[in-house]
């Protein structure tokens, strides 16, 4: 068998890839991966959609793109793995473990400290050889009928028609980046996905001002609300008139991520009682310890609050050693031993800094756990 890769996707890769991946994930359906997916596999993001071909037939993708990501006065890069694939004529030959690390290697190229994924759990124990750790429901979900259309108020605003949503996208990211941030999206990108297949955004007006917007998808990638920012009332506005044109057995699934949010508050002052805790298969791999823990400093001295305590964290399967000393001038950080030392592995780490998944429980250690869990909001709208 003649192998071609793990390497970067080409243009002319680019229809077998998503003919793959649709076989595997889009199987009779409407839906296309390319245009549900478009930032990934546009042609300034072919480098890093890896690929296997043998006999030069396409038997593995695992594609992903970066992100920066704002929160908490900390900046970060992460690496979103899209959906992957691998042929069912091909499978069991390590093919698409290759490609992920392939990504991973990338991913260290260009630099980038952590990667995230959403799967299933039986999927679990593959990406745990790649490094990657199921960590806890990064939000909770409210799940709606048209009969709760009358808890929520209309307060009188006008919904812009939906066909004019990229008229307001510099409107939309103001709002946007009011609220905690997460990965920090440019107006082209936010164009992009404001204009995915199935999607709806909603812009109330004041006095033909944006003032909230919330992004519905009836797709099955990006299921219900998708994204909502601005004024809380105007949002309530936007959520009765959604559910009351809903039909009557339709479900309106809405994700808030683990922070505050205008969202959030208003859900929690309409609506408390119908917040349920959202278990998913989110997945995360520190891909440089030093790296995240650096750029977590500004949340991390916060956290510590005026504490003075010393100690260190070395992963063996990544030869990694950290230490943090938090003293009256901040948070001093190297790569010494102290005498509180800690030894883990990366998949322990992932659990302690972004707490553990049910499925993968762990006791976080006691310097660590007065810490973390840190969490970061990613919209169900930037799943990439």
């Excluded at 440019?186 to 992004?215: E, Q, W």
Aim: hydrophobic share 40%; with cysteine; proline share 7%.
């Amino acid at each position: 068998m003649q192998i071609d890769g793990p390497r970067g996707c080409r243009p002319g890769d680019r229809d077998d890839v998503v003919a793959l991946i649709d076989s595997i994930f889009r199987s009779g359906s409407q839906q296309n991966i390319r245009t549900d997916y478009p930032l990934v596999y546009r042609d300034d993001n072919l480098e890093n959609v890896r690929i296997i071909r043998a006999d030069g037939k396409l038997v593995a993708v695992v594609p992903f793109i970066p992100w920066t990501t704002r929160h908490e006065n900390c900046e970060l890069r992460v690496g979103i793995i899209s959906p992957t694939g691998t042929h069912p004529g091909f499978r069991g030959h390590g093919f698409g473990l290759q490609c992920l690390n392939s990504c991973l290697e990338r991913m260290n190229e260009l630099g980038i400290e952590l990667s995230v994924l959403w799967t299933l759990v039986p999927t679990f124990r593959f990406y745990n050889r790649g490094g990657f750790q199921a960590v806890r429901g990064q939000g909770s979900q409210f799940s709606l009928t048209r009969n709760q259309s009358g808890w929520f108020q209309d307060h009188g605003e006008t919904i812009a028609p939906p066909g004019d949503v990229h008229n307001y996208i510099p409107a939309l990211q103001r709002l946007r980046h009011a609220e905690p941030v997460g990965l920090v999206r440019n107006g082209d990108r936010a164009s992009v996905l404001h204009g995915l297949p199935l999607l709806t955004t909603y812009v109330a007006l004041r006095d033909d001002k944006p003032v909230a917007y919330l992004a519905y998808s009836r797709s099955t990638n990006k299921p219900g609300v998708a994204e909502a920012a601005g004024d809380e009332l105007a949002l309530e506005t936007i959520m009765h008139r959604l559910l009351a044109a809903m039909e009557t057995e339709a479900i309106v699934h809405i994700f808030c991520p683990l922070c505050d949010s205008s969202l959030s508050r208003m859900l929690d002052r309409v609506c408390h009682g119908e917040r349920e805790p959202f278990v998913e298969g989110t997945m995360f791999r520190i891909n440089h310890v030093p790296g995240l823990f650096r750029a977590l400093s500004p949340w991390l001295q916060r956290r510590a609050a005026g504490q003075t305590m010393a100690f260190s964290v070395a992963v063996a399967d990544t030869n990694e050693t950290v230490s943090l000393e938090f003293g009256r001038d901040g948070l001093v950080m190297g790569d010494q031993r102290q005498k509180t030392h800690l030894e883990m592995s990366r998949l322990d780490l992932s659990s302690a800094v972004f707490g553990a998944h049910p499925c993968r429980p762990f006791d976080v250690p006691k310097p660590l756990a007065s810490l973390f869990p840190f969490h970061f909001p990613i919209s169900i709208l930037d799943r990439s």
